[in-house]
Structure formats: structure tokens, C-alpha cells
């Protein structure tokens, strides 16, 4: 004989029956689509014998897997109801304190497995070399505002409005609200990771062929419940993720920054490109009216027989290949305003009034003061980003190595369900729901461990050990690299500064030049050749001295940019502005994560380690 308590198991067998017990003999036993082989308590109210029902009252209660009756009555069925109807089981506090000194022993043992973060080291300069070169100086000062050292206002004009309207710099900020969401996500984590409700009310139609008399073929079922379950970080797996999360904030604010420095370093580079090209260009239009000049002269001496035609056709060529340089500075400058307009978060061609005023190529500081190597670390954020990187993935190797050891969690599910079928106990209802007989739950400790996966849970280890050394190597890099900018940049500036001084007394000399074989020319001391010569001269080195100016400008931007200075203009003020904060909320509930309080930083290493607050 086998003795088998059945109940509702959801859908099991394509229908739902109430949560009745029963016992079917082995050879006479009442058959049902949800019948499990479990032991459980029960009483007995009802026999089946035949096909005469009798109900019993005395309550005889047992368990299932102990005999209740012999098996030579003929067909028997013992009818069950509910335990709960009649006794009330609770946990027994030894089964609490069993439960919560479990708990509090995994929650004492808690720890962190994988590495913490720490700083790389990566070799620097004890000086500059550069420094000892005329017009640089060592020493400390504020790169904040550095484009302020040109004295334009026209300049610091456009840096503003960069600073307002980029559109590269908007969606660099967006991203840093993108990552502080993705902590929240994070930090939630930490609690219970598993929290629903669930609800159902389904009609059910029971395909059984015999008379059951403890279930009706047709009924309704109501149920309404909670679920929990919080695996418990007793290994440091989820505070690794808020650690990686907060070091990714940091690394967006990084990447904020250093979308920043680009963007002041490009539009300084680039308003000084259309100064120059602006005063390339009025050079070009000056040295063609005075070539066109010479070329009346020599055709006027020509037609007086005075020269031969060589001399007219030599002008006219010197004066043609002036004048086909104009077209290609006009487009150069043409294209590079659409490239400042772009910059600016502007159409092509808007332009016009920002730029009106003198064409004067920026005149760059006599002196520059550069900042010690050392400090590179911490102004420049392309530096920062990537030792941010490194804190990001440092922790992944945590999170990974922490799939070795077992993962202990702690559930709990709480519900009602009821149901109108009738019973040998009585007709039931719907809105027995909420009452005790249709409560049921279940809670407790439990773990899990993947413990046939060592070799696929080891290889992941090693994939994000081998990611973090890819990003402390580029790290190093990163620093050399920074320090030959700086190097690069001075050594362009100084010598640039240096030809332009020579260049400035050629071009003096080329005037003086020039000057002179035109008046000899018309008195008729000196031939054509000596008047085209001084003139190309000029040409080229008037066009050249300005390209040179213009670059003595552009090489102190660089410096300035390799510096790691312009960023701190956000200090203070809102990353997202007004227009993309308003979209954000209008679509989506952000709380007060559009606050700019949300995302002060950077923090320490230790905050990287502290259990968060969720984000309600």
C-alpha cells in the first residue's frame, strides 16, 4: 500500500483543484492530474466506500505514511481536509533562532574576495625640458581660463558659447547621468534582488471521468501573493558592483572633462586658423594690387619700346599666380568658419557678427608658465579616465571570482487562494480570500553552488585579470604620452617664436627690397627680372610670416590643451542644460538624479567601498 497526499500544484495536469488531502490506496486510490508522493500531516473527515460517501467527525488525524485502515474494505478512498482548518503550525522558536544565528554567522563572515584598487605607478620627469627655453618659465598657476592669456574678448566670447551650445558636450554629459542611473542599479542590488506580486483569477473545468466527491468539475480559483528572495553578499559580489559602478561615474565625468579641454583647445586653435587665413587672404589682395601695379608699369615701358615683351609676360605671371592663391584661401577660411560654426552648436554661415572686428592673428603671451610633470596626474582627465577605467574593472574580478564559492540567499513567499468549488466540507467561496483557511507561505535559508563550473567561472577571472593589466599598461602609456605632448608643444611654440623673428626682418627686408628695384626699374637702371624677384620674395615670405604667427598661437593652445587646462570652467555650474533637463523629465522620472548634487566628484577610494542608500 502507498499512501499519497495530493495537492494543487498551479496548473499540473492542465487544470486546478482546491487544496484539498486525501490518502488512495495503491490498487483503489482516486486518481488526479496534481497527485503528489509527499508525506504530509493530515485528518481525515470523509470515506469513500463504494459509491456511499461517510463523514467522520472525530478528526483522526495521522500521517501519510502511516497505514490509516486496512485494504479488504473494497474500493476506499479516505477524504482529507485542510490541515489548517484544524491546527494552527508555527515555526517553533528553535526553528527561528536555527534561521537567524544561520544568518547572522554568513552575514559576520561577510567579506570581499578579488583585489581592491590601486593606483598604478608610471614613470614621470623631475622638470621639464623645455623650461629653460625663451618664453617658458617653471612655476604654478591657474590653466582655468587660459585662453584668456590672447586678450580677445571676441575669443573668450566664443569659448562661452562653445561651452553652452556644444552638442558633443551635451551628450558627453548626458552619459554621466547614463552611469549614475547604472549605480542605482547597482546599489540595488545590494538589497532584496527579488520582490513581486502576483495575482490570478482563472476558470477551471477539471477533465475527470469517475465522481470525485471532494471536487467539482467546474470551479473558480482566486489566488493573490508575494514573493521575496535576497541572495546575501556574504562574498562582496554586489558592493564590488557598486565600487565598479561609482569608479564608472567617476570615468564619465573624466571623459566630460576631457571632451571639454578638447573642445576649448579646438576652438582657440581653430578662431586663430581664421585669423590667420583672414590675414593670409588680405595679404594675397594686397601683394595682387601691387603686382598688377608693376604689370601696368612694364606694359606701359613695353608699348614705348622702352622693354621687350618678356617683361609684360613675366608680370602677368607672377601677378596670375598671386591671384590664384586668393580662391584657395577663401575656401580654406570658408571651411574653417563652418568648423568653428559646428563647434559652437551653430548652422554653417551664423557666424557673421560673432567674428566682426579686427582680423588680427591673436598675439600670444610673452612668457608661459608650465606646471611641474607631477601635477599632470591630476589636471589632465584623459589621465584620470583611464586610472578610473582601471577602478571600474578592478572590481570585476571580485564580482567574477566570486562565482567559486556558494551563494547564499534567503526567501520567503506569503499568499491566498481560494476557490468556489464544493467539498464534502461545505461550499466554498471567492471571497474567502483573505480569510485564514486560504493563507498560505513559505520562508527560509537557502544556497546555491556551481561547483561543476570551476574551470569556465576560472577563465572568466582570468579574461577581466587580463583586461585590468591591458588598462594598467595603457595607463602608463597614457602618462608618456601626456608628457611627450608637453614636451612636443613647447619645443613647437619656443621655435616657432624663433622663426617668427627671423621671418619678421626678412619680410622688413623684403619691403625695402622691393621698394628699391621698382624705382630702379622705371628710371631704367635695373631690367624686370630684379623687380620680379624682390616681389615674389615678399609675396612669400608676407604669406609665410603670417602662417608662422598664426602657428606660434595654435602651439601655445597646444601646450595649454596638453597641460590638461580649460576643463575647470565647469566647476560650479550644471552639466545638462536647461533644454535637455526639461526633455528628460517630460519623458521619464528621474527623482533627483538630475540634480547636480547627484554627481559631486570625485569621491575617495573608501566611499568606492561603503554600502549606498538605494535610489527611491
Not at 489548517?84 to 567579506?111: D, E, H, Q, Y
Amino acid at each position: 500500500m502507498i499512501f499519497s497526499c495530493f495537492y494543487p500544484l498551479g496548473k499540473a495536469g492542465g487544470f486546478q483543484i482546491p487544496r484539498y488531502q486525501g490518502i488512495a490506496l495503491k490498487d483503489y486510490g482516486v486518481t488526479l492530474g496534481a497527485l503528489a508522493l509527499k508525506p504530509s500531516r493530515f485528518c481525515i473527515v470523509g470515506v469513500k466506500i463504494g459509491a456511499n460517501i461517510f463523514t467522520d467527525r472525530s478528526d483522526i488525524c495521522g500521517y501519510t505514511g502511516e497505514p490509516a485502515m486496512n485494504n479488504d474494505i473494497g474500493d476506499v478512498a479516505i477524504i482529507q481536509r485542510p490541515i489548517n482548518r484544524f491546527r494552527k503550525r508555527r515555526p517553533t522558536l528553535r526553528s527561528w533562532m536555527l534561521v537567524w544565528t544561520t544568518i547572522a554567522l554568513m552575514a559576520s563572515g561577510c567579506t570581499m574576495v578579488g583585489p581592491d584598487f590601486v593606483k598604478p605607478e608610471a614613470p614621470l620627469l623631475n622638470d621639464w625640458k623645455e623650461t629653460q627655453a625663451p618664453g617658458l618659465r617653471a612655476g604654478q598657476t591657474n590653466y582655468s581660463n587660459w585662453w584668456q592669456v590672447f586678450d580677445d574678448p571676441v575669443l573668450d566670447n566664443l569659448v562661452e558659447k562653445a561651452y553652452q551650445q556644444n552638442l558633443s558636450l551635451q551628450i558627453a554629459g548626458i552619459r554621466i547621468y547614463e552611469a549614475r542611473a547604472q549605480l542605482g542599479i547597482a546599489v540595488g542590488r545590494l538589497y532584496p534582488q527579488q520582490q513581486s506580486v502576483s495575482g490570478d483569477l482563472t476558470t477551471n473545468k477539471a477533465s475527470i471521468g469517475t465522481d470525485t466527491p471532494f471536487v467539482d468539475n467546474h470551479f473558480n480559483s482566486l489566488s493573490l501573493g508575494f514573493d521575496a528572495a535576497w541572495e546575501l553578499d556574504v562574498w562582496g559580489k554586489y558592493r564590488r558592483s557598486v565600487q565598479s559602478g561609482v569608479a564608472n561615474l567617476e570615468a564619465t565625468v573624466a571623459s566630460y572633462d576631457n571632451v571639454l579641454v578638447s573642445l576649448t583647445a579646438e576652438v582657440a586653435r581653430t578662431y586663430i586658423l581664421i585669423r590667420t587665413l583672414e590675414k593670409r587672404l588680405a595679404i594675397a589682395e594686397e601683394n595682387v594690387k601691387l603686382q598688377a601695379q608693376s604689370l601696368r608699369i612694364a606694359d606701359v615701358r613695353f608699348k614705348e619700346g622702352a622693354v621687350s615683351e618678356l617683361d609684360v609676360t613675366q608680370a602677368r605671371m607672377l601677378l596670375t599666380d598671386t591671384q590664384a592663391l586668393v580662391p584657395q584661401l577663401a575656401s580654406g577660411l570658408r571651411q574653417a568658419q563652418n568648423a568653428l560654426a559646428i563647434l559652437l552648436g551653430m548652422l554653417p554661415g551664423e557666424l557673421k557678427e560673432l567674428l566682426s572686428g579686427p582680423i588680427d592673428i591673436p598675439v600670444a603671451a610673452e612668457t608661459v608658465i608650465v606646471d611641474i610633470p607631477n601635477n599632470l596626474l591630476r589636471r589632465r582627465p584623459d589621465i584620470r579616465l583611464t586610472e578610473l577605467q582601471i577602478a571600474t574593472q578592478s572590481p570585476q574580478i571580485g564580482i567574477a571570482k566570486a562565482n567559486l564559492y556558494p551563494q547564499f540567499f534567503l526567501f520567503g513567499s506569503i499568499g491566498w487562494n481560494s476557490s468556489d468549488a464544493s467539498s464534502v466540507s461545505g461550499q466554498n467561496s471567492l471571497g474567502d480570500l483573505f480569510s485564514y483557511k486560504s493563507l498560505f507561505w513559505t520562508a527560509g535559508p537557502g544556497f546555491n553552488w556551481d561547483i561543476l563550473n570551476y574551470e569556465r567561472i576560472r577563465n572568466r577571472v582570468r579574461v577581466e585579470d587580463a583586461r585590468l593589466q591591458q588598462l594598467v599598461v595603457s595607463y602608463k602609456n597614457t602618462v608618456l604620452n601626456a608628457q611627450r605632448e608637453v614636451e612636443d608643444a613647447m619645443v613647437a611654440f619656443t621655435q616657432a617664436k624663433e622663426e617668427e623673428r627671423f621671418l619678421k626682418e626678412s619680410v622688413n627686408a623684403a619691403q625695402r627690397s622691393v621698394t628699391i628695384s621698382s624705382l630702379q626699374y622705371k628710371e631704367g637702371l635695373v631690367d624686370y627680372q630684379r623687380v620680379l624677384d624682390s616681389q615674389r620674395f615678399l609675396a612669400t615670405q608676407a604669406d609665410r610670416l603670417t602662417e608662422v604667427s598664426g602657428q606660434v598661437g595654435t602651439n601655445l593652445v597646444a601646450t595649454y590643451k596638453a597641460l590638461g587646462g580649460g576643463w575647470q570652467i565647469r566647476e560650479g555650474e550644471e552639466i545638462l542644460s536647461v533644454e535637455n533637463r526639461d526633455a528628460m523629465i517630460q519623458r521619464t522620472s528621474w527623482g533627483g538624479l538630475l540634480e547636480p548634487e547627484s554627481v559631486e566628484l570625485p569621491v575617495d577610494d573608501k566611499e568606492r567601498r561603503d554600502w549606498r542608500r538605494p535610489d527611491w
